[in-house]
Nanobody, 124 residues
Framework: QVQLVESGGGSVQSGGSLRLSCEAS???????WGWFRQVPGKDREGVAT???????TIARSVKDRFTISQDDASNTVHLQMTNLKPEDTAMYYC???????????????????WGQGTQVTVSS
């Protein structure tokens, strides 16, 4: 079973930036990659997904502030977050899902592999 390990979380002030990284323990074929987030007491929500550097989907709430990218050579996916807001505070999870579910990629129900999560806290 492949493992996904996130890094890069932390605490920043409003308007700051963070870059999250996710490294997979082995290469996965025919998958897309994504970042999701969850606040205690709320449902997990999709933030951004990427398919082989050919296509991305970005949630409306983070559009123009977050960018997702992947490095196939190192089995790594990144989430660059800029102009962070207090409402971005959450546990962020790296994830992978089958290409067949790409058109619902921002739905947590489409995901087959989850990382353990990394906390992002934005203070006002």
């Amino acid at each position: 079973q492949v493992q996904l390990v996130e890094s890069g979380g932390g605490s920043v002030q409003s308007g700051g930036s963070l870059r999250l990284s996710c490294e997979a323990s082995s290469t996965l074929e025919d998958v897309y990659w994504g970042w999701f987030r969850q606040v205690p007491g709320k449902d997990r929500e999709g933030v951004a997904t990427i398919r082989g550097n050919l296509a991305t989907t970005i949630a409306r709430s983070v559009k123009d502030r977050f960018t997702i990218s992947q490095d196939d050579a190192s089995n790594t996916v990144h989430l660059q977050m800029t102009n962070l807001k207090p409402e971005d505070t959450a546990m962020y999870y790296c994830a992978a899902g089958p290409i067949s579910r790409w058109y619902s990629s921002l739905s947590p129900a489409s995901i087959s592999v989850w990382g353990q999560g990394t906390q992002v806290t934005v203070s006002s």
